[in-house]
């Protein structure tokens, strides 16, 4: 598959990379060395497939020039739109153009996810009380610093369309509406610390934080048989999944650890993913961007409603 790396700042690096031999143009306005200053530019029966990279005011109307031609895209998450429409109407596009649309949810293939997943839908934790994730690095300066990052709900979409979706990978469904619980900007003139989550079977707690000073994930899984838990990605590694089986009527729990020292695999398998579906004529995951997409919008309107303009 010939693809085009659109927009070259850390993420397009990093799939430009894991394209090797793949990737036949580069496209960025402002990066020395990129082939290409437009997406326009590049002829269209030069590529098959375009991975867009790319700040997020930029995604909707790249994908539907891509979508227009007939190409498969893969573009950075989140794909927002203040309109559900816009949405609907790149799905139809798509479905007509017999393309791909994937929006990038790498975190799908980290192996502890992929873990706690297996975990969880084997039924080894039994009935599913509380899901806990917490995701946090310490790039508040640097977004306050970008010319386009500090804006609107901050670190809402940003690191909390991560966990939502990984939350719906785990659940499938959550039957409870979420709830901002506090979003504060204690640096950055958009949300910088965000809690939320739902009231739901089981009840999910969130936290997305641009404060933490060091990167870090966590997820805590509490069910009626034990807990699985997790710590840390491959890419800030080590990283640790704990299995703990309940002692009844209480007690210290015995434990399962499994600890991985690797580098981040994600990159190169979602890559994968991608590839799979462009040449299986499956469909993308817009269906999924929806519902991200009405869920970020009402807790974005709930935050800055609580936390003023």
Not at 77 to 88: A, S
Request: include cysteine; proline fraction near 6%; hydrophobic fraction near 45%.
């Amino acid at each position: 598959m010939r693809v085009v790396v659109v927009g070259l700042g850390v993420q397009g690096r990093k799939r430009l990379a894991v394209a090797g031999a793949d990737a036949v143009a580069t496209v960025d306005p402002a990066v020395a060395g990129a082939r290409y200053r437009s997406l326009e530019e590049v002829p269209v029966a030069a590529y098959d497939a375009a991975l867009l990279c790319v700040p997020d005011a930029a995604k909707v109307e790249l994908v539907r020039h891509l979508l227009e031609r007939g190409k498969h895209v893969l573009v950075e998450k989140p794909l927002l739109t203040p309109d559900d429409g816009v949405l609907r109407d790149l799905a139809a596009l798509a479905e007509r153009s017999v393309a791909v649309c994937y929006t990038a949810y790498n975190h799908r293939f980290e192996p502890h996810i992929l873990r706690m997943h297996e975990t969880i839908a084997a039924g080894a934790l039994g009935r599913i009380y509380l899901c806990r994730m917490s995701y946090g690095n310490g790039t508040a300066r640097d977004v306050r610093d970008s010319p386009w990052r500090d804006a609107g709900a901050g670190v809402l979409p940003d690191l909390g369309s991560h966990l939502l979706d990984t939350v719906f990978f785990w659940f499938g469904s959550v039957g409870a509406p979420f709830r901002i619980w506090s979003a504060d900007r204690f640096e950055n003139r958009s949300f910088d610390h965000v809690l939320c989550g739902a009231r739901s079977q089981p009840v999910i707690e969130l936290e997305m934080t641009l404060v933490s000073w060091r990167n870090h994930f966590t997820a805590d899984v509490y069910g009626e048989r034990g807990s699985a838990h997790i710590e840390s990605l491959c890419k800030w590694g080590p990283t640790s999944f704990i299995r703990r089986t309940r002692v009844l009527p209480s007690g210290r729990p015995p434990e399962e650890i499994v600890t991985l020292a690797q580098p981040d695999p994600t990159w190169a398998l979602e890559y994968a993913h991608f590839k799979r579906l462009c040449a299986t004529g499956a469909a993308g995951n817009l269906a999924m961007d929806l519902r991200l997409n009405v869920i970020l919008g009402d807790l974005a309107r709930q935050a800055l409603a609580a936390g003023g303009p």
